[in-house]
């Protein structure tokens, strides 16, 4: 779905540097969140967004950041990444409103560390 | 950990055959949903079905939903190669929705 963004859509970074992954949506939607999908594990919750004063951290938020930039606008950051970040990381907004629970998500990012 | 578990893991038909792929979780929701995942990409949302529905349709997918077991089962009936791919449930509760581990589906043509 074209109205979710990432970039980039791959990157392979090396032990120790600092990464971000960068998500911008054209939706409207006030909800954004981070989950990263390991094989046999799959989608687990980073963090999540309701609005751009809000951040709330997921089920493995640990040796990640984020920043709402804007309601279109939610980043990821990796400050050290270490070989176990190697993931598939994918964003996700949703409209907020009651009744409407779908999750719209991006293409995703494939991060490799070395 | 994981709120959904999906029954099997991987599961390989041949074209026209109905798929079956079930669903277990631990806490009351307020909803349950599955998601469509090909290859590599991002997931796209198939249904939806409330915590007070027992059992809705779209197109060739029935879902159904039993509380009291805790439990979802998607069927796609009449198979299509293009269906490969791999298929999660998710669960709502407070606040976010939660991710099962998978179930994924090989249509032989």
């Known amino acids: 779905d074209a109205d979710v963004t990432q970039t980039p859509r791959n990157r392979i970074t090396k032990t120790g540097k600092r990464i971000m992954l960068e998500c911008s949506q054209t939706k409207g939607h006030d909800r954004m969140y981070w989950y990263r999908q390991d094989p046999g594990l799959g989608l687990r919750l980073i963090y999540y967004s309701f609005d751009v004063k809000d951040i709330n951290k997921g089920e493995i938020s640990d040796g990640y950041s984020v920043s709402r930039q804007a309601q279109a606008k939610f980043s990821l950051s990796l400050e050290s990444a270490i070989p176990n970040q190697t993931a598939l990381y994918f964003c996700?907004?949703?409209?907020?409103?009651?009744?409407?629970?779908?999750?719209?998500f991006g293409p995703g990012t494939r991060l490799t560390v070395l | 950990s994981q709120q959904g578990e999906e029954d099997p893991q991987a599961l390989s038909i041949q074209e026209g055959e109905n798929a079956t792929m079930n669903c277990s979780y631990k806490t009351s929701i307020n909803n349950l949903q599955w998601y469509r995942q090909n290859s590599g990409r991002g997931l796209v949302h198939l249904i939806l079905i409330r915590s007070n529905e027992r059992e809705k349709h779209s197109g060739r997918l029935r879902v159904t939903l039993d509380t009291s077991k805790k439990s979802s089962s998607l069927l796609i009936t009449a198979s299509r190669a293009a269906d490969t791919a791999s298929y999660f449930c998710a669960t709502e509760g407070y606040q976010k929705v939660t991710f099962g581990t998978g179930t994924k589906l090989q249509v032989i043509p």
């Open positions: 996700a907004t949703n409209p907020g409103l009651a009744g409407s629970n779908e999750q719209f």
